[in-house]
């Protein structure tokens, strides 16, 4: 009897992943194996130095070498970094505004590789790096077109093209709106912190947004709350609409603190961007959750770094 050949699996394959936060640094070392879903095997974690370039580039690397001496049997040949700025040529953070003034032009990509020199490294923002996660491993690994929305403190957009990543400057939270006859960014008044801002010009005081969320969640109709949250459905799903009539993809990845309180917006929100798309022959507005909840930036991280190998 003539036997058939044996099919080996598919090596693990490893990558050093950076997650380069505002409050928080992760580094770790995640796994990819046969059936394409990456876990962290190791990671250490800390306080991101702030206003400090070179004591910002000496933790990275430090951290990173911590956790590869933790496990000097995984081999890796990529380093991917998710930072909280504004990146150039995947390489270099140019501006990370949450690190203070003193942190620009700062070369990851080049001092990671010094580091590691067997290895190569790619650097993304990390609403890029988070859409390429979600795309490749996550939410929207069945569908060829997404973008990866994150709506916390501000607003954070990822464009993936062909489970390509099209890792551009964009920032969705920067989009100018017009509101209430202002030129303003978007996540001026849409964002977690926004809305606290929209709650304040609205008389509603000091709010923050779980708290406004919760008021309406109990069924609060209280004129001035109700005329803020329609405020807020309209313009979000303004934006939403926008992107869509721009980009027209199969779905919308969706994360960050507001999506907590999704119970009480997400189908007006819905609704209301598809109303924009009414004149036009586009896909229909489709959210979805974001799979990597808290790991989310280190496996964005790793997407980038594994992205090297194909």
Partial sequence: MIMAPV????????????????????????????????????????????????????????????VVSRHPDLKFKTIGVSACGQI???RTAMFLPNLGPKVRDVRLA??????????????????????LSESTYGAAKDYADSIFVTISSGIGTGY???????????????????????LVETEY??????????????????????????RLREHDQDPKLVAAYNDWVKYLGCFFGNL?????????????GVMKSQDVFLKDLLKVSNAYLKPYPLKPV????????QDAGLLGGAACGFSLEK
């Fill in 160 to 182: 993936v093209y062909k489970h390509q990543l099209i890792n551009t400057m964009m920032e969705g939270g920067r989009i100018i709106i017009t509101f209430d006859g202002k």
């Fill in 88 to 90: 150039a040529d995947e």
């Fill in 7 to 66: 099919r080996e699996k598919a090596a693990t394959a490893y990558t050093l992943a950076v997650d380069l936060g505002a409050t928080n640094l992760r580094v770790g070392l995640v796994s990819l194996g046969s059936d394409n879903v990456p876990a962290i095997v190791e990671q250490v974690k800390g306080p991101t130095p702030e206003n400090d370039p070179e004591a910002l580039v000496d933790k990275i690397i430090a951290d990173a070498k911590e």
């Fill in 110 to 131: 080049d001092a990671l590789e010094k580091a590691f020199p067997f290895a190569k490294c790619r650097v993304a923002n990390d609403a890029n790096a988070e859409a």
């Fill in 244 to 256: 869509q009539r721009m980009f027209n993809v199969d779905v919308y990845v969706l994360s960050g």
């Fill in 189 to 214: 008044y849409l964002s977690g912190n926004g809305i606290s801002r929209l709650c304040q010009e609205r008389g509603l005081g000091n709010l923050k947004a779980y708290q406004f969320f919760q």
């Fill in 286 to 293: 489709v959210f979805l959750d974001a799979k990597f909840g």
